[in-house]
């Protein structure tokens, strides 16, 4: 066991080395100097020119750029911020912890959909109901997320208002931030209204996240569920008379393996939907941040983000495989 | 008591295995979509593509010429089937205008990705060894990306315009191909034609066009047809955040964009472009899952579970 996690880790990692090579590069790419954008703003002489760009460690070969890069984000330093001067990870942390909150309300959602109709589903294979999931879960995956999102404030924000149209909380709240996790710095404020408050916005995007990762879920597990169903134990479990109940919990443990492998490989798709959820209900998390400082043609910003994110990705494949190992003992000594 | 789990659906279900033989049962495929089905998504993508062909001969009125005398017309209005936007431009105009850059961008991505990604992933497949492991290395590091997120930072990097933006998806799409055409070459690099091809001494290049490219071709199709939503609904997101074709030109994204901020006075302004996507990226999608059906004979539910390909 622990031979395989280290192996998953290191794995990992070295995903993890390309991708900061990857997009340390991107933004080396980008047209238009740094230097002279701050320049262009104050006018500055070549002399001067000279010098912001060796005090940016501009002048140096790329590799070195390169490893001081890498140096300074595992100390936690990502740069300034062009557009607000205020240190990159603090404005990544903030957004950071929005997207989690955004993202865990989404998966919670999503299983509580995808759950019971990949089970009826599969179960009762091509029956009305498994026709109708597998049209909802096509419609779901055909859906543009952010035209979903849009009709559901429409909906339920402007025909009947019962949601607000966006944000995080009210702005009347002011709750200490402790864990950058908005509603649970509510709880530990104490603020019950903060805390309804922040549920009461955090529904709708929860909503729309949670459909389209729960039609992607639902085709996952039906053909997993469909691929276990017909193996062998499942008849000798009914002829050994076990209820029909603990018969799908088997099912299901045998199921998890591959659509937690698949699932977690899917992930960054999904986290490209967050991004523009976050965009339709000004949701101020990591992905809203990323299009401003993209707009603001804010580099710094742009390459922490790009890299946080790459990070939560390489952490969700690697959580999907370490679990994967631990539901399917098999895998751990496949390779 | 009948169980609600097994069923006998078909005959070896009956009978059991095959005696003195173990076998393994193919799980039970879905009914595949019936033709009448398929008819109406394939009606929309030929009404689309015929928009988007001759759309510039059909348009009611020219996108780019704002009418402000007459903004926010609601759809029925005279002379503007689907309304008017917040600067008087005809939706109907929008929606055919956009079809076209929608179609052009879809295939040609497509097209540059599938060549892309089919043939780096037939030669990883079939030449193997070294070039493979990194190739592969590459393929997951790649993967490790947020495609939506790859593919803002590419056009950032990139700066704007329709050719970025088409490189863009192109390196963000190939992925798809590579993986799964690669694991194909694998397997039909050791069956029988291939081995002799390689025996009597053919160059490696003519067995992989003459030999594995064919037999790949269903693959090909499959993944096309499903990738295509996908690119669709990337080129959709990035014109709704601004990062698509920029110049004034109409794109669904775009609309939907702009219609948001009216979204409490003038709904079809979000609402119709919407549609729009919605429709053709479904039509796609299933008429994907019905090539699926035809073309992949090995279709048990193992394939369908790792050729997933989903969207933003």
């Given at each position: 066991m622990i031979g395989f996690i280290g192996r998953r880790v290191a794995q990992a990692l070295l995903v993890l080395f390309g991708a900061s090579i990857m997009v340390f590069l991107l933004v080396r790419v980008l047209p238009g100097d740094p230097v002279d954008l701050l320049a262009a703003e104050e006018g500055a002489t070549a002399e001067q020119r000279a010098l912001l760009r060796a005090e940016m460690g501009l002048d140096q070969p790329l590799p070195l750029q390169y490893a001081t890069f890498i140096l300074q984000a595992i100390r936690g330093d990502l740069g300034i911020s062009i557009t607000q001067r205020i240190p990159v990870s603090t404005a990544l942390v903030e957004g950071l912890g929005a997207t989690l909150q955004l993202t865990i309300a989404g998966m919670i959602v999503a299983v509580l959909i995808a759950l019971p109709l990949a089970l009826v589903s599969a179960l009762k294979q091509n029956s009305v109901w498994d026709r109708m999931g597998t049209v909802g879960s096509m419609f779901g995956v055909s859906m543009p997320t952010f035209w979903q999102g849009i009709m559901l404030i429409l909906l339920l924000c402007v025909a009947f208002p019962i949601f607000p149209t966006g944000g995080i909380m009210g702005s009347s709240y002011n709750v200490p931030v402790v864990t950058y996790l908005p509603i649970v710095d509510s709880i530990i404020a104490g603020s019950p209204d903060a805390v309804w408050s922040n549920i009461r916005h955090l529904v709708l995007p929860a909503i729309t996240l949670g459909t389209s990762a729960a039609a992607m879920l639902t085709r996952l597990l039906r053909a997993s569920l469909l691929e276990v169903k017909n193996q062998d134990f499942v008849d000798a479990l009914r002829a050994r008379g076990i209820s029909d109940g603990k018969v799908i919990t088997h099912m299901l443990r045998n199921a998890l393996p591959t659509t937690v492998i698949v699932f977690g490989s899917k992930l960054g798709t999904l986290l490209g939907g967050t991004l523009v959820i976050e965009v339709v209900f000004s949701w101020p998390g990591l992905g809203a941040l990323l299009v401003q400082a993209i707009g603001a043609r804010d580099y710094p910003v742009v390459q922490g983000a790009v890299l946080v994110a790459t990070i939560m990705v390489i952490l969700c494949n690697l959580l999907a495989d370490l679990a994967q190992g631990w539901l399917d003992p098999r895998v751990q000594y496949a390779k | 008591m009948t169980s609600s789990i097994y069923v006998p659906q078909t005959e070896s279900d009956v009978r059991g295995p095959a005696t003195g033989v173990v076998t393994t049962r193919l799980a039970k495929r879905r009914r595949p979509i019936p033709p009448v089905f398929v008819a109406v998504p394939m009606l929309i993508m030929l009404v689309f593509l015929f928009v988007g062909i001759f759309g510039q001969w059909i348009s009611p009125y020219d996108y780019s010429v704002q009418n402000l005398s007459n903004r926010f017309a609601p759809p029925g209005s005279d002379g503007h089937l689907l309304g008017t936007d917040h600067l008087g431009r005809d939706i109907l105009s929008g929606l055919i205008g956009g079809a076209r850059i929608t179609l052009v961008i879809g295939f040609v991505v497509l097209v540059f990705g599938v060549v892309l990604g089919v043939g780096i992933g037939v030669i990883s497949g079939y030449v193997g060894g070294r070039f493979d492991a990194v190739m592969m290395r590459i393929t997951d590091i790649w993967l490790a990306f947020p495609f939506l997120i790859l593919a803002i930072a590419?056009?950032?990097?990139?700066?704007?315009?329709?050719?970025?933006l088409i490189i863009a998806l192109v390196l963000v799409a190939w992925v798809v191909f590579a993986r799964p055409i690669r694991g194909e070459a694998m397997s039909l690099r050791e069956r029988e034609y291939v081995l002799s091809a390689r025996a009597l001494g053919v160059s490696p290049t003519k067995i992989i066009v003459k030999h594995l490219l064919p037999n790949l071709l269903p693959s090909i199709l499959v993944l096309s047809s499903l990738e295509l939503g996908a690119i669709i609904l990337m080129e959709a997101s990035l014109s709704f955040l601004g990062l698509g074709v920029t110049g004034g030109e109409a794109t669904w994204g775009g609309m939907l964009s702009d219609g948001r901020a009216y979204i409490g006075s003038s709904w079809w302004?979000?609402?119709?472009?919407?549609?729009?996507?919605?429709?053709?990226?479904?039509?796609?999608?299933?008429?994907?899952?019905?090539?699926?059906?035809?073309f992949d004979p090995r279709n048990s539910s193992r394939a369908q579970v790792s050729q997933e390909i989903t969207l933003p």
């Open positions: - | 590419l056009v950032a990097a990139l700066g704007g315009g329709l050719d970025k302004l979000a609402t119709i472009p919407g549609i729009a996507i919605f429709a053709l990226v479904m039509s796609v999608n299933v008429i994907g899952e019905w090539f699926r059906d035809v």
